[in-house]
T-cell receptor, first 114, second 114 residues
Framework: DVKVTQSSRYLVKRTGEKVFLECVQDMDHENMFWYRQDPGLGLRLIYF???????EKGDIPEGYSVSREKKERFSLILESASTNQTSMYLC?????????????FGEGSWLTVV | AQSVAQPEDQVNVAEGNPLTVKCTYS??????LFWYVQYPNRGLQFLLK??????LVKGSYGFEAEFNKSQTSFHLKKPSALVSDSALYFCAVTFTGGGNKLTFGTGTQLKVEL
């Protein structure tokens, strides 16, 4: 089975803090993703990466950055957290960018910014 | 642009009765369609997908979905609902050559009651 692991399930951070969300996958997948989930809005793509050190902006990249130094690890960074970034963050991966390939999700990270 | 609509925020059904969760889509080109389920405080789990071929797709936990090209729909169905099926269900769409552009619906909360 594909395993996508998000190391932090629940975080509470203060406004202005720098926040790191870490994600690791164990299936040698090329593609990794960060989504944000909010009630009534579904899932929105923040960033994705198709290779080590390669990244592309998704639909809502403002206020976020990412890092992919190793193939199995994809980090989401909030440079200066704000209360409107309180949300559920989901990491995902899939083998290649072929449209029919399934995307597999981690368990999610609940971030509260106070 | 591609889009997905899940017209019902919530669906209620009695245990043992058939269930349907609706999804309609809009894409340019041939669609690839996915259903995911999310249990409380968990990530998304893959249920099934339509890529090509038979319009009736069978997936995990007894779920199936029917692709209808003329109605641009991909409704999720199960012949006999269980209380444990109660969860949030997401439909997603991409298209041939769509790469990493997977668009999710806003989700439908399914509640199965005794």
């Amino acid at each position: 089975d594909v395993k996508v692991t998000q190391s932090s399930r629940y975080l509470v951070k203060r406004t202005g803090e720098k926040v790191f969300l870490e994600c690791v996958q164990d299936m040698d997948h090329e593609n990794m993703f960060w989504y944000r989930q909010d009630p009534g809005l579904g899932l929105r793509l923040i960033y994705f990466s198709y290779d080590v050190k390669m990244k592309e902006k998704g639909d809502i990249p403002e206020g976020y950055s990412v890092s992919r130094e190793k193939k199995e690890r994809f980090s989401l960074i909030l440079e200066s957290a704000s209360t409107n970034q309180t949300s559920m963050y989901l990491c995902a991966s899939r083998s290649t960018a072929l449209s029919g390939n399934t995307i597999y999700f981690g368990e999610g990270s609940w971030l509260t910014v106070v | 642009a591609q889009s997905v609509a899940q017209p019902e925020d919530q669906v209620n059904v009695a245990e043992g009765n058939p269930l349907t969760v609706k999804c309609t889509y809009s894409v340019s080109g041939n669609p690839y369609l996915f259903w995911y389920v999310q249990y409380p405080n968990r990530g998304l789990q893959f249920l099934l997908k339509y890529i090509t071929g038979d319009n009736l797709v069978k997936g995990s936990y007894g779920f199936e979905a029917e692709f209808n090209k003329s109605q641009t729909s991909f409704h999720l169905k199960k012949p006999s609902a269980l209380v444990s099926d109660s969860a949030l269900y997401f439909c997603a769409v991409t298209f041939t050559g769509g790469g990493n552009k997977l668009t999710f619906g806003t989700g439908t909360q399914l509640k199965v009651e005794l």
